[in-house]
Structures are given as structure tokens and as C-alpha cells.
Antibody, heavy 119, light 110 residues
Framework: QLQLQESGPGLVKPSETLSLTCTVSGGSISSRSYYWGWIRQPPGKGLEWIGSIYYSGSTYYNPSLKSRVTISVDTSKNQFSLKLSSMTAADTAVYYC???????????WGQGTLVTVSS | QSVLTQPPSVSAAPGQKVTISCSGSSSNIGNNYVSWYQQLPGTAPKLLIYDNNNRPSGIPDRFSGSKSGTSATLGITGLQTGDEADYYCGTWDSSLSAGVFGGGTKLTVL
């Protein structure tokens, strides 16, 4: 059974870079059938699509975040990662990793991890 | 402001039917597949409908999806109190080259 687990700091200081990792179990991140991606949800607000990556390294990013986002994949560890730079309070959110159908459609989600930006 | 527009809330009585609309444009809904998600309080979203009207395994046929032009609709029949949740539509936006979601609709089962 496919499982995704986010890991990373729960607290980040303003202007710092957030680094999150998603570990995939029960399935191969090298599958040619899926992309892998990140979605976030500020407290009490809606979903925001951050970006996606294919096992080959091909990426798509939300234009509103593109200048600050990097998504990478490590097939040897069956993991993919998110880096978001220049964090501000507006980046406080629950961050979800997901397996995607096509370039964008989450079909399986991690449990999510709350990241708070505060000094 | 979300690219896709959903009503903030809908409500209906147990056993009744409700529909949730999702409005977009030719760059997103008009030329791409739509998906729908259910998010129960404190949990990750769950996929209900993909490719406009397909249900993943395990999703009851009380949930249905349709698309016409630049709008999509989620239908839920035989409402149960356990259906109280936030519902989101989503699709690919060809102009943005990115996924986009609606702002979400809170369903209340009275």
C-alpha cells in the first residue's frame, strides 16, 4: 500500500529556506506512470498547488512561487524534496506531498506537516 | 483569489442531493480534466473524482462529477452527516502551466 511521509522542520525563521522531504513507501518513485508533487494549505484557508516533478527530473512550478521554489527527486532513496526560499509569515501552512496523476492531480496524499514561519 | 470559483458554502438535509459548482476558463476547465477532493476536518484531502467523472476505487456512486464548457459540478446524493466537509475542485491551467484549485466549498448537512 502506497504511503507518503513528509519530514522537515516545523518552525522556520523569516528569510530562511524551508527544506522538506517526502519519503515514498509501497511504490517506486521511478514509476513512469506518475508525477510527484507538493501542495500547501494555510491555516483555515484553501489548497495551493506548489509544483510537481517526474522521476527524470522534469518539473512544473506555480508561477506565483517559481522564483523561490525548487523540487528535486532522489530515486536511490525513493524520496523527493521541496525547497522554498525567503520564507515569510504568509508561507505558514500545512505542506502536503502527493503522488500525482499526470502533471498535477493528487491521487494519494501524505498526512501533511505544519510549517510555521516565526522568529 | 483562486483561479477556479466555488461557492463558499452549501447545505442540505440528510438524504437529499446537493451540487457544488466550479467555474473557470478556457485555459483551465475548458480544456483540461477536472478533479474533486473531500477534506474532512483535520485530515488530508481525499480524491473523489478524477478526469471529470471517474471515481477511484472505494468511492461510492453517491458522488458524481460532470463538466460543461468552462464549468464543472460535483453531485452528492443520499447526503449523510459524515459528508460534512470541505470540497475542492482542481485542474491543470494551460496558460500557467500549473495545477490550480478552487477556493473550496463547505458542505453542511443540516
Amino acid at each position: 500500500q502506497l504511503q507518503l511521509q513528509e519530514s522537515g522542520p516545523g518552525l522556520v525563521k523569516p528569510s530562511e529556506t524551508l527544506s522538506l522531504t517526502c519519503t515514498v513507501s509501497g511504490g517506486s518513485i521511478s514509476s513512469r506512470s506518475y508525477y510527484w508533487g507538493w501542495i500547501r494549505q494555510p491555516p483555515g484557508k484553501g489548497l495551493e498547488w506548489i509544483g510537481s516533478i517526474y522521476y527524470s527530473g522534469s518539473t512544473y512550478y506555480n508561477p506565483s512561487l517559481k522564483s523561490r521554489v525548487t523540487i528535486s527527486v532522489d530515486t536511490s532513496k525513493n524520496q523527493f524534496s521541496l525547497k522554498l526560499s525567503s520564507m515569510t509569515a504568509a508561507d505558514t501552512a500545512v505542506y502536503y506531498c502527493a503522488r500525482l496523476l499526470g502533471r498535477w492531480c493528487p491521487t494519494a496524499w501524505g498526512q501533511g506537516t505544519l510549517v510555521t514561519v516565526s522568529s | 483569489q483562486s483561479v477556479l470559483t466555488q461557492p463558499p458554502s452549501v447545505s442540505a438535509a440528510p438524504g437529499q442531493k446537493v451540487t457544488i459548482s466550479c467555474s473557470g476558463s478556457s485555459s483551465n476547465i475548458g480544456n483540461n480534466y477536472v478533479s474533486w477532493y473531500q477534506q474532512l476536518p483535520g485530515t488530508a484531502p481525499k480524491l473523489l473524482i478524477y478526469d471529470n467523472n471517474n471515481r477511484p476505487s472505494g468511492i461510492p456512486d453517491r458522488f458524481s462529477g460532470s463538466k460543461s464548457g468552462t464549468s464543472a459540478t460535483l453531485g452528492i446524493t443520499g447526503l449523510q452527516t459524515g459528508d460534512e466537509a470541505d470540497y475542492y475542485c482542481g485542474t491543470w491551467d494551460s496558460s500557467l502551466s500549473a495545477g490550480v484549485f478552487g477556493g473550496g466549498t463547505k458542505l453542511t448537512v443540516l
